[in-house]
Every structure is written in C-alpha cells, then in structure tokens.
C-alpha cells in the first residue's frame, strides 16, 4: 500500500521511498548487503560442510552392523547382481588408476573443475534437497552429470572418479536414502565414468584432448563430434542398464517407466550430458573458460528446473493438507492401477470421510477445521506406504490407492487408520468462550474424537476399470456412514447395495485408464 503526505513525499507501509540520499549510505547499504551476503554463503558451506562430516557417524553405525543392511531383505538375483556390480566396477577402477600417469595440466583441470562442482554443489543443496524428498515416490535426475561427464573425457580415471567422490558424498548427506541404494548408484556412476574415459583412449579425442586445439579439417570434426556422442551415449546407457537391472530384480517387475523413468525424466538426463560436452569442450580448449561459463550456465538451469518441480509439486499438493489434490490424484492411481492389471496383482481403493466434520467448523471455526484436516492427513502419510497414492478428495474427504495389496492387507490397513484417527488427539483448537463473536476464542486442550468412516473397494474382485473401482469404494463409504459411522466396510461383489444419493464419478479423463484392456 503507498500513499502521498502532506509534504508530497511519497510513502509506503515500509518507509520512505524516495528519501534523500547520501553517498555514505549508499556505501553503507551496499557492504551491509555484501557482508549478507558473504555471511549466507559462509553459512551455507559451514552447512554442507557439517553435514558431510556427520556422515562419518551414520557410516560407522552401518559399517558395525551388516546384519542389519538392507541389501539382505533383497531378493538372492539381486544381491548378486549389485554385489557383483560393485566388485566388477572397483577392479576396474583399480586397474585403470595403477595405468594413471598423473601431469600437470590433469591436477590443474581437476582443481578447477573440482571448485566448479564445489561451488555448484553448495549453491544448490536446499533446493536439491527439496526436489528429493519430492520425487521419493519416482524418478530423480541429479543433474551433476554436467561435471562429472566433463571430468569422465578431459581426466585420468584416478581423479575423475575421486570427483565423484567428493559430489555423490555431499548428495548422500540430503538423500536420506538408504546406503545399499546409494552405493550402487555411485558404482554404476564409476562404470560410467570408466567406460567414458576407456572411449576417450580408443579414439582420436585422446589427442586433440591433449593438443587443447580444436580440429581443423571436416574429417576429424566429425570423427571428435562421433567420439563426444559416443562417450555421452556411454555414460547414459551404462548407468540406465545396470540400474534398471538392478530395480527389475529387487521389485519383480519389468516396466519401463518402473525401471528407467519417465521420457522427461531422461530429456534432463540428456540435457545435462549436453551440458558437460560443452564443459568438455571448453575445458579442452582453455580450463579457465569453464568455471566463467559453465557455472552460470549450470546453476541457471537448475535452478530453473528445481522452480519449475517446486510449481509443479505445489499445484498438484492440497495446501491444507500437503497430500495430492483431486485432479493430481487420478494420473498415478489409474497407472498403479494399471500396473498391477498388467502384473496381475491386486489393488485396493480406499475411501474415506470424517464423521460429522460440520461441527467441528461450528465449533472451532474454518481455522479448526483446517488442524483437524491436518491431523488425518498425517495419520495417512504416517499409516501408508511411499508407493501408494494417497489424496484430499474435497472437503472432508480422503483417497487411497495401494498398490499389490490383498483383501486382508487392504481391511488390515483401513482398520489402522481409522482406529489411528479415533485415538489422535487434536491440540491447538480454539474457540470462542459464549456464542457471541466478540468474545476473544480461548485455547482448549487436546481433543479426541474425530472419527472417519471408511469404504474399502478391491480390484479385481469388485472391478478392473478405475472409474468403476472408485463408485465401489465410495458406494462402501456411504453404507459405512449410514451404518453407523467410524467404522470400515467392504463393497460387495455384487452390486446389490443401494447407491449413494449422488453417484459419482472421477472428472478425469484417466477414469477409464484401468481398463482390463492392459493398453500401455
């Protein structure tokens, strides 16, 4: 809000804005906001730092505890692979570093690309962060390929895989993954990075990598360009194949997008291997164009990739609730759903509603309404399982698709949740000490007694079609409420029950995507 005074000065809620200026206030402002500034990035990397160095602690208590790894809960074709993997990949590594003849000009690029990653690492950890504990229930593309494809083509194996060292060390200390599946990520990184410099020797890139000057004649550009496509193929496919094997194995299943991500996700993949041929490039040429560049470069793409997600990830999230909104659930239930036609598993939907939700708005206003949403939201994330696809249907109702789940497991998890949902107790509730509204709302204590009411449809013994599945489970809910609520009831075979007062459908255009059709 701004306005104009009496004197004319125009003003704004937070001061004056075109109060006269000083040149020592200026110079003032401009050190207070650089020393700021100094003072964020110190604490950023004193963060990253002390991150990584309380690794030290988390790796030791694995180290002491094999038994409780957990490779072990895996199936026996996949602990031989990965196990196998690994050792094959830390043989070659050995062998190639024992042929290293380190020189100077390989120390000089490795410093400066080794800062460039440093740099890059640091000034995207939050927001990388983010975008992990985001894409736990699918695909994450980390997009450090941009130097560690550079480094795989201008270094000696020795020093790039000691780089990627140093980068997979700082990501494990935001992944909160598990140290099995990191391991066998950083070794399938390795076979990349071998691989890529094995190509590199083979071919004439070798020398005009060691030359720093760019071909001149059209025959040995095409054949540099070849090589560069060669070693970005490489390192793409290697890491897709090993990693993909791997999941195979450990789930059971053998779906493209289950194994290897969606296209998009691989478009990222592809960009930043476009990325670190040019950091190949300009590193070939003169190692100081790199950090001038390719920093920029690579921090305004991922940043604008990590604000893109961000949007995406918000729009498709309830803000009361943080689960999945009514349009975002449909896409990932019906091609759970799908998946498990295909595998022939069985799904169970889950729909439920909060018992008598009316007084709690009465009661303790629209705010109050908002805790006890919060409330059951958290008693789902906490009863359900990273790959089932839980969401806030509208108003007082909730959405739960479970993947490779029985009739037994499906009214087993139904009856934890609403029995979870009856014993929570609700705290930070107020409300107003009469009836009249210009009393001031006062706090209450913990309160218990939201309930829900839940229907439980299972496919494919009530249906295979999504949209069918859905008026199952929801036909269920209804018959859950008017039998008394707070309580779970299964949908019958056959359609003898009597139908909601308003039957309703999914508005998504997936709501057939479960057909029994099995159409990828």
Known sequence: MRCVTDGG??????????EPKTGTRDRTAATERQAGSLRGFADTVGLAAARVWRLRSRAWNTLRQPAGWELWRLPPAAIAWMLGTEIAVAVWALYSGFKDALTTTDLVRFGVIACCAIWYLVQTQHPEEQRRADDRRGEHIDQTAVWLGGAAVLLPPTLSLTLLLMVRVQRYSIAHKAMTTFLFTT???????LGVHTLTELTSLHTWLESGTLPQRPGDIALAAVALVGAALWYFASQTLLISIARGLAWGGWRRQKLIGSWSDNADFVYALQLAACT???GAVNIALVPLVMIGVALR??????ALADTIARSQRDRKTGLLTEDSFHAPAALRLLEDQTDERPTAFLMLDLDH????????????????????????????RTSDVVGRWGGEEFAVLLPDT??????RVAERIRSAVAATAITGLTELASGHATNEPRAVGPIHGCTVSIGVGLSPEHSTDYGELFRAADSAMYEAKRGGRNRVVLAPVLASAPSPPEPRTPTSPLSRAGDSRREW
């Open 9 to 18: 000065v125009l003003v704004s809620e937070f001061g004056l804005l075109n």
């Open 187 to 193: 070794a399938a990184h390795g076979a990349s990075i």
């Open 280 to 282: 190949t490039i300009l």
């Open 301 to 306: 793409s991922t940043r604008l990739s990590q």
């Open 357 to 384: 939700f009316k007084r709690w708005n009465d009661k303790y206003g629209h705010s109050g309404g908002d805790i006890v949403l919060g409330c059951v939201s958290a008693v789902l994330r906490h009863n359900t």
């Open 406 to 411: 029985t009739r037994e497991e499906a009214l």
